[in-house]
């Protein structure tokens, strides 16, 4: 009971994904899966290791005649199987492979360490079937093999009705070439003439209340373009235009429209298709007026084979109930017929060759370019068809040119393809004839030929050298800031200043290095200059190590007094001398010092007791002196002792400073 | 008397640079440049002018490096016919001689006429920034490094040395200038990006391993001319990468580095 339910709903979610899948619409398509995968995981589990299964479904059970149903054949519980027999269907139904899709599943669980997987297959092969008669009865079954065994399906029923004729709404499927070639494109008309409301001649589309409210709707199968064909225009740039303001025209498949609440449930979009009035004979061959609704939608074929459009079924209440179906019509997409001439490219359309040679003046045996453009004209095939043509089989070029590459790759760029064909002149005085190529004209079905311009080239023998003046892009004013963007001849000349000929090489790891060094010398350089500027700013130290110095300069200022018969200047020199010493080196004041003072800063430096005793001696017998108690000879023996004195305690009241 | 350090430092980076810059002017490299130059003009068939290329080749070989003569070797092949190695030559100028619009339209010329010729992979984000490569010599680039570095620790013992603390900034703005154009000497070095330049010579297969048992890489052959980007070496095989076509293994008989 379970399976059969899990069986249903897999059924309705299928037909919403296969449907919108069909249509484009990837908006239905997302959630669809999901479920279907979900779904499909759930009747997986319920289904494992159960055996392969084959059931089918159908999007509808109620068709008309020449309408078409999905038909989807879902195989079940086999890993791999092949595609199912569907020719018991082919007496009833115009068959056609939409595509298939495996939604195997797999799924591994460890519960308490225990692991355990269960996997599920289905196989699911969608078929577009196109009823050919009316009547009630049973889709047959269809087999599939599996591993040797034929299994069967269960059969659908469904009711085919036929259709009712009708003049009132007719429909066709009009297209704009029933032949085309690869890359032409084409367009797919649906027509869809209504007859006007008999009492007022009026367009019933526009005035029938319940046409507002309720839109006729239109099935077409070119939504999604058949594989091979490629629409120029996405869904939604091709209807956005025909959108229709007040709700007047046709729904197209189920594509959607925007809501205006939150609340309210995304409604079919409304197209309005009206496009003339026309005037066509009823089935009672009396001419009756008709108002046109038109859908165009214009393709480009990608390879050759043929393609159905059709059929477009059109519902809707119009006076009354109606249905009209269009039958399906065919587009052969064909190659390019044979034989084809030598000098074919490819191209099938409308298109333009220029030529260009670069450069134009050169020496036998030199390099130049010869490019061949290919522009688009209107209606052409792609630019990807043509091909380079064989330059060695017109005899023209390969006389007087040796073609280097004979196959160059083209580039598309702006709209047109360039082939550079690499050349070289044979002889002096040759020159690029005008080239004629062939491409095929799908208009008259036959080969045109199109011819480029003749150049005319410059061409020296090999032995001339070129002249500074045949260098063109002349530089006018100097090499370095002369931007060249475009020349017409060969290379520019070679360098010939031997003095651009040093060694370009820059090692910059050893530039670093040096500069490495440099800052490494600038640091230390700094670090010397900073200390030295401290040192020289020290006052205290540069009087103490002045201090030595200034005593004997005022001892020899004292001699120099004494000489000059001042000796009591003489002794005052000397007494600030020593005093001056004491002061200098043990940072004190010199004015005001006293013997006691000066034998305490003596012990403290250390000085021997000896001399100590004999400055404290002479400093008394200077101030005796002063005073007049000694002679001339005593002050310059004084003056010699106080000589000998500074030397010799010097060194220890100098130590004694600096600690 | 206390300036004589900074005096003997600038005399001595003076000198350092001057002599540099003018050393190595060999005479053998003249006679052998100026003979290339003669053979190119002589030459009448293509075997002339891979004459004057090989003279070319010869003087490159020790390790010299010189805008000019990659310009000239690039012309020679050029005339010889030989489109990938002109490419390549004139791509190896190219850090020499940023600025030279004649090696610039000869450059373009040669793609233009090679048959190969695919698309070389965009510049990166940074070269944009450094806009000045595309003005200035990498020479005179590494030079412009070195110098501001090197000046700079001067400036700072003058701002020492002067008491000018406004030098401080100049040492700064040097240093900043110094960095910057290292960092470009650095990543833009030659050898860092031309040696990892290689172009094809002749026609080859692109495989997808080492061994023509391998299936081609990519749809087509690859012609003279299709430069690409080197990721690997082995083997008599080079592995490089192809702007805008994918990755593939090439005999190094049809690559020119």
Known sequence: MNKEKNRNLLHRFSLIGNTSSRLGEPCYTVPAW???????????????????????????????????????????????????????????????????????????????????????????????????????????????????????????????????????????????????YPTQQFSIKLRILVEPIAETGTDPMRTLK???????????????????????????????????????????????????????????????????????????????????????????????????????????????????????????????????????????????????ANPSKLRVGDPMTLNLQFAQGKGSGSLELISAPDLSALPEIAEQFEIIDKNPVGRVENGSKKFAFALRPKRAGVSIPALTLSTFDPATESFVDITTEPIGLTISEA??????????????????????????????????????????????????????????????????????????????????????????????TASSSFSKGKQKEALREVRAAILGLVADTGDRIADGLTIRDLSMAMSACEVPQEDCVRLEALLERIESAEYGASDASDTTSMIKEASDLVSRVSPFLERGGER | MIGRPALIWFTFITCVLVSSVNSDQGGDRQRDFVRSLELFDKATTQDGFRESARLLEALLADGYCNGAVYYNLGNAYFRAGEFGRAILNYRKAKPYRPSDPLLEANLQQALTSAPGKIAMPPKPWWSHVMFWTEYLAYSTRVWIAIVGLGVAPLIVFSSVLFRRRNLIWVAIGLTVFGIVFSIDGYVNSPERTTARLAVIIGETVARKGIGKEYESAFNAPLKDGAEFVILNETNGWTFGHFAEIGDGWVKNDFVAK
């Open chain 1, 34 to 180: 999901i479920a279907v995968a979900f779904l499909s995981f759930a009747l997986g589990s319920s289904l494992k290791a159960e055996p392969p299964e084959v059931v089918c479904s159908v999007s509808e059970n109620e068709v008309f005649v020449g309408e078409s149903i999905t038909f989807q054949v879902d195989v079940q519980n086999a890993e791999s199987p092949p595609s199912p027999d569907v020719d018991a269907l082919r007496e009833r139904f115009d068959i056609e492979l939409v595509g298939d899709q495996s939604r195997n599943q797999s799924q591994t669980m460890i519960i308490n360490g225990r692991v355990s997987q269960s996997n599920s297959f289905s196989h699911v092969y969608q078929y577009q079937l196109t009823a050919k008669a009316a009547g009630t009865f049973k889709i047959p079954a269809v087999t599939v093999t599996i591993d040797g065994k034929a299994l069967s399906s269960n059969s659908v029923p469904v009711r085919i009705l036929e259709v009712p004729k009708q003049d009132s709404v007719i429909v066709e499927i009009v297209p704009s070439r029933a032949r085309v």
């Open chain 1, 210 to 356: 319940q046409m507002r409210q309720n839109p006729p709707s239109i099935q077409i199968t070119w939504l999604k373009p058949p594989e091979g064909v490629s629409a120029t225009e996405e869904v939604s740039e091709w209807l956005q235009p025909l959108l229709s303001q007040n709700n007047v025209g046709f729904s197209i498949n189920e594509v959607s429209g925007r809501s205006g609440s939150i609340f309210e449930r995304q409604r079919l979009a409304v197209f309005d298709l009206r496009k003339g009035q026309e005037t066509r004979k009823g089935l009672d061959g009396i001419p009756k007026d008709y108002f046109v609704y038109e859908l165009d939608r214009t393709f480009a074929s990608e390879k050759t084979g043929s393609y159905t459009f059709g059929p477009a079924v059109i519902k809707g209440t119009f006076a009354t109930r109606i249905i009209a179906i269009a039958p399906p019509i065919k587009v052969e997409v064909s190659e390019v017929p044979t034989p084809r001439p030598a000098n074919f490219t490819g191209g099938i359309g409308n298109y333009r060759v220029m030529a260009i």
């Open chain 1, 463 to 556: 032995s001339a050298t070129l002249a500074s003046g045949d260098l063109v892009g002349s530089l006018g004013g100097g090499n370095s800031t002369t931007e060249i963007k475009t020349r017409a001849e060969g290379i520019f000349h070679n360098v010939t200043e031997l003095s651009q000929l040093r060694d370009e090489r820059a090692d910059l790891m050893s530039g670093l290095s040096w500069v490495g060094g440099l800052w490494l010398l600038s640091g230390l350089a700094i670090v010397t200059l900073v200390s030295f500027r401290k040192k020289s700013s020290d006052v205290d130290r540069l009087r103490r190590v002045l201090a030595r110095r200034t005593a004997h300069s005022k001892l020899a």
